[in-house]
């Protein structure tokens, strides 16, 4: 069984307490997005109840809806419990061999959207901050905000103030949009920007900090249609589910990377690493018992396998790329 199998089977074992049927409204209760039990058409459904929401235009104090204000914490019965994992071990099994991060996160989105999360976005965290919303990944876009959205947040220079992202690089676990609106910490402009957000459809998300070989970092947001606010068990789905997904990309990048490297045959390999150590061609020729015009035959392969136009560079890029050590 996968690891994030595992981990998804010990999540069931909080069970929210005090749920009741409440006095909530016919919109908060069409967006639950939540619990997923007795239905075989979960994303059809989803998508309608997110759809037939009744929303604010923006996200104001007094107006977001909560587990609380539905009359407390959702009871999950034992079906709907096994259905978090059937999905989750069903987009573990979607995923296997899947070697396209577009892909990848076409099948992530189907997923969330049955918690209904109508919006994703994934990137790095750069040293300048920048994310969410000009992320590519061979050539194609990781994230599907609305267009508008993007565009506005280009011109307000949103991508560099979001205070998730800020949080992101400090803390280890999902994080509220909500917290981070309440948060003393956050300004008005990064409250802002929140308000703008849900006036483009995205009125409830998360963020979820990511970690990857070498201290790379990445975010991956879900965003909701309406106000509902995520329980903790979606949360942690959905933290399981965006953390197979980033090892998932991680390990394509790297074979990618693998893939890129020049393959030089070993008297080229010989050569260069001769060069490294500072020989000439009449050294190496001596060294290796060849002409110094083979030795400069070679030589002049491995620069042009690795691009280059000097003997001293393809000698330093051949050690970087792990091709020859010294």
């Known amino acids: 069984m996968p690891d994030l199998h595992r981990l998804a089977l010990s999540a069931l074992q909080y069970r929210p307490v005090g749920a009741q049927s409440g006095n909530a409204s016919s919109a908060a209760a069409s967006c639950t997005g939540d619990y997923m039990a007795g239905d075989s058409s979960l994303e059809r459904d989803c998508g309608r109840l997110a759809d037939g929401c009744s929303f604010p235009q923006v996200r104001g104090s007094a107006t977001g809806v909560s587990d609380q204000s ?3 914490s959702i009871h999950f019965s034992n079906a709907g419990r096994d259905e978090y994992v059937v999905e989750l071990g069903r987009l573990l099994d979607l995923t296997d ?5 577009k892909k990848l996160f076409d099948l992530l989105s189907a997923f969330a959207f049955k918690f209904g999360c109508k919006w994703l976005a994934y990137g790095p965290l750069t040293s300048d901050h920048k994310a969410l919303n000009r992320v590519k990944c061979d050539s194609e876009e990781i994230l599907n905000y609305p267009d508008g ?8 220079g949103y991508e560099t103030i979001a205070p998730v992202i800020k949080e992101s690089r400090m803390g280890a676990g ?21 308000d703008e957000a849900a006036m483009f459809g995205l009125r409830s998300g998360i963020t979820v900090p990511l970690r990857g070989p070498r ?3 990445a975010i991956m947001s879900f ?5 509902r606010e995520f329980h903790d068990r979606t949360i942690a789905y959905l933290q399981l589910a965006a953390t197979h997904f980033h090892l998932r990309v991680a390990k394509i990048a790297n074979l990618n990377a693998v893939q890129k490297i020049p393959a030089l045959s070993l008297r080229e390999k010989e050569c260069v690493l001769w060069v490294a150590r ?3 061609s009449w050294d190496i020729g001596v060294i290796m018992r060849i002409s110094e015009n083979t030795v400069n035959f070679h030589i002049k392969n491995v620069m042009r396998k690795l691009g280059t136009s000097s003997r001293t560079v393809a000698a330093i890029k051949a050690i970087s790329l792990g091709i020859i050590e010294l």
Not at 97 to 101: K, L, N, R, Y
Not at 149 to 156: A, D, G, K, S
Not at 223 to 227: S, W
């Open 215 to 217: 201290g790379s970092c």
């Open 223 to 227: 965003a909701r249609h309406c106000e």
């Open 70 to 72: 539905l009359g407390g």
């Open 97 to 101: 061999g899947v070697a396209q991060p």
């Open 149 to 156: 959205w993007r565009e506005r947040c280009l011109e307000m």
């Open 174 to 194: 999902p994080i509220r949009w909500s917290d981070m609106y309440s948060d003393a910490s956050t300004t008005e402009y990064e409250r802002r920007m929140f």
């Open 278 to 280: 500072g020989k000439s």
